[in-house]
């Protein structure tokens, strides 16, 4: 693979790029195009890596030169970063690396800034009870510890004070001091989740392993994971994912379910829903039924649920480590008119639950507009619900909200928020 090739792909992604075709939609279309099927997995990734390190450093380049010298240049930075992220000060990332409107949505602390500027993690899902057998058969993976199946420092570099004294840090991950960068709170919120998760760090295409073929594990950010646990669904209960996209999401609640009771998944692309019938045979899931939703006050079927999850559409603020490229796209107009929807969606299911059942809401972001103000609208709203814990173990009182930083686990931002209906 010659580095002037794949720099020469990457250059005619950047170029197709745009607000109306990300980067991320138009890479995957390049990749997959019948004409490139051939290039060597090698020169993919390293396509995949200049087309992201250009839109993480773009506000450091000269526009005005090629786009080939302008790849050089962000690949420079970030090798000089990796080497040594203090080499770039927070005060020149908290101009360069993300939009001015970002300011007024959320605090930009320096670890945050950082961490959006380092290539991201890949995250595995192993299906229950496997994931030290996945492991050994993938190879390149790390395991949670052997005494427990909760989330610990070395993992994705939260500490618990007992466990930070007996596991070193892991040097691949950013460097945190114990708690110093996570309240005591959170920490213990996460600590008490029982994770089937991997960090993967090898070269296969995941997708094309017998594993994945065989229904094993599905690639999926830790964060998102944190959701499924969140809704902590019980076997043989009745669930909602109200937006579910391609299921990722249903897949969860039916496997934390143990494939008992159904789940019920809707979305308004019925593409993404042949998608999530497709990974669910891969999976071996059946409690589940499908049903387009196009988000109205009419509801796609008139059942009373035991929990229900709005993993809402949102600005996607908790991804830019992942897709760069939005940074760039995303508006302040984007942010009001996805609240509305937001709170639109929330307002439309809360009716549909069981007395006693529990609404889960989430979204990729960190805005306050999409997060603690939607919540506190929505609460404000609907007296007839109550805020309720997440997790409700691993700390003395759980919090209803919870806010999970790409710092502080390694992995998308994520903002959590829970209710009850009154009996």
């Known amino acids: ?99 001015p409107w970002l300011r007024d949505e959320m605090e930009l602390p320096a670890d945050f800034l950082r961490q959006l500027q380092r290539d991201p993690v890949v995250w595995l899902r192993a299906r229950p009870g496997s994931a030290e057998k996945l492991a050994a058969a993938l190879g390149d993976c790390a395991l949670p510890s052997a005494a427990s199946t909760s989330v610990h420092g070395s993992w994705f570099n939260v500490q618990s004070p007992s466990v930070a004294a007996a596991v070193p840090s892991d040097p691949q991950l950013p460097a945190l001091n114990s708690l110093s960068a996570i309240a005591s709170a959170k920490a213990d919120q996460l600590l008490s989740v029982p994770l089937t998760a991997l960090r993967y760090s090898g070269e296969k295409d995941l997708f094309r392993t017998p594993e994945f073929q065989a229904g094993a594990f599905e690639i999926q950010d830790l964060a998102s994971q944190f959701v499924g646990h969140a809704c902590a669904p019980q076997p043989g ?126 979204v990729c972001t960190l805005t306050r507009s999409e997060t603690t103000a939607m919540a506190e609208a929505f609460t404000a709203a609907h007296p007839e619900l109550e805020p309720h814990p997440l997790f409700g173990s691993g700390s003395e009182a759980p919090s209803s909200q919870l806010t999970i930083l790409p710092h502080e686990i390694n992995a998308n931002g994520m903002f959590i928020a829970g209710w009850k209906r009154r009996m």
């Not at 995949?48 to 050089?72: C, G, I, N, P």
């Not at 993404?272 to 059946?286: C, D, N, V």
Request: charged fraction near 25%; include cysteine.
């Open 1 to 99: 693979m010659s580095e002037s090739s794949a720099l020469n792909h990457a250059a005619r992604i950047v170029a197709l790029a745009s607000r109306e075709q990300p980067a991320d939609a138009v890479l995957r279309d390049y990749l997959v195009d019948p004409t490139r099927t051939r290039m060597p997995p090698a020169e993919k990734r390293a396509v995949v890596r200049a087309v992201f390190t250009y839109f993480r450093w773009l506000q450091w380049l000269e526009l005005r030169d090629s786009l080939q010298k302008q790849f050089a240049q962000a690949l420079t930075l970030q090798q000089r970063f990796d080497e040594n992220p203090a080499s770039i000060k927070a005060e020149a990332l908290a101009v360069r690396a993300v939009p």
């Open 237 to 362: 209960e009745t669930w909602w994912d109200a937006c579910a996209g391609a299921g990722g999401k249903t897949l969860h609640l039916a496997d934390l379910m143990q494939n008992k009771g159904l789940v019920w998944a809707s979305d308004r692309s019925a593409r993404r829903l042949t998608a999530l019938k497709q990974r669910t045979a891969r999976a071996k899931i059946f409690n589940y039924r499908t049903a387009p939703w196009d988000g109205s006050a009419r509801l796609p079927t008139k059942t009373r649920f035991d929990g229900i999850l709005v993993d809402a559409p949102c600005s996607g603020v908790g991804t830019w480590q992942r897709n760069p490229h939005a940074r760039w796209t995303t508006t302040t107009t984007d942010v009001r008119e996805l609240a509305a929807v937001q709170l639109q969606l929330l307002n439309h299911v809360a009716h549909a639950l069981k007395p006693g059942g529990r609404l889960i809401y989430s």
